[in-house]
């Protein structure tokens, strides 16, 4: 298994543009979730899926930000417009089922200029 | 509401030591997750271990053991004779149980670095 799939690998963006992290979760896993790391925040919760379904997005910073999943092998994290202080690590993760193991892409590191 | 909290910061041993790494958490839940995982510098997630909250057996993998105290609500984490490969970022994981077509919210402590020097 190729495990989950997470592109870009690193973006570097002008302030004011939209930003498309794009990811392939684990086949057969049902649960999909986004995380965004920085040093003053640690890891957070974006939002996650069950089945393709959003069933939490209170993570979500503001309106900027919005997740699609429009089906069971593909997801994406849209930044519109970006700001610098969305730089942080994007990590993308699929489980089995909600409260089984997550198992995490390697990131996108995004950086807003 | 749910918390986890990883008091120690950063950690640093010599080759060889033990070091345990200590996770305190709160939740309301009578049924509940807890995870481990291990980020290393290359900052990649990798899980370790995932234990319920009605199983409080303690458990040991190679050189990882991890205590599991409802009564105290810990779930330490111990590596022993610890390698330099070890040197990595741990974090604690807290998820409550919903139903059982339902799912829940991985919520992160800090997390403790770990520094094992040669």
């Known amino acids: 298994d190729a495990g989950v799939i997470q592109s870009p690998r690193h973006e570097v963006t002008e302030m004011g543009q939209e930003v498309t992290l794009r990811c392939k979760p684990i086949?057969?896993?049902?649960?999909l979730f986004w995380y965004r790391q920085t040093m003053m925040r640690g890891l957070e919760l974006l939002i996650y899926?069950?089945?393709?379904?959003?069933?939490?997005d209170s993570g979500m910073p503001e309106d900027r930000f919005s997740a699609k999943m429009p089906n069971a092998s593909f997801s994406t994290l849209k930044i519109q417009p970006s700001e610098p202080r969305d730089s942080a690590v994007y990590f993308c993760a699929s489980s089995l089922r909600g409260n089984t193991e997550a198992f995490f892409g390697q990131g996108t590191r995004l950086t807003v200029v | 509401a749910q918390k986890v909290t990883q008091a120690q910061t950063e950690i640093s041993v010599v080759e060889k030591e033990d070091v345990t790494l200590d996770c305190v958490y709160e939740?309301?839940?009578?049924?509940?997750?807890l995870f481990w995982y291990k980020q290393p510098p290359s900052g990649e997630l990798v899980f370790l271990i995932r234990?319920?909250?009605?199983?409080?057996q303690n458990e040991i993998s190679g050189r990882y053991s991890w205590n599991f105290q409802k009564s105290t609500s810990s779930f330490n984490f111990t590596i022993t004779a610890s390698q330099v490969v070890d040197s990595a970022v741990y974090f604690c994981a807290l998820s409550e149980a919903m139903t059982t077509d339902s799912w829940g919210k991985l919520q992160f402590g800090a997390g403790t670095q770990v520094v094992v020097t040669p």
């Open positions: 939740t309301r839940d009578t049924t509940y997750y």
């Open positions: 899926f069950n089945n393709n379904v959003p069933i939490d």
């Open positions: 234990r319920n909250s009605f199983d409080e």
């Open positions: 086949s057969g896993h049902n649960s």
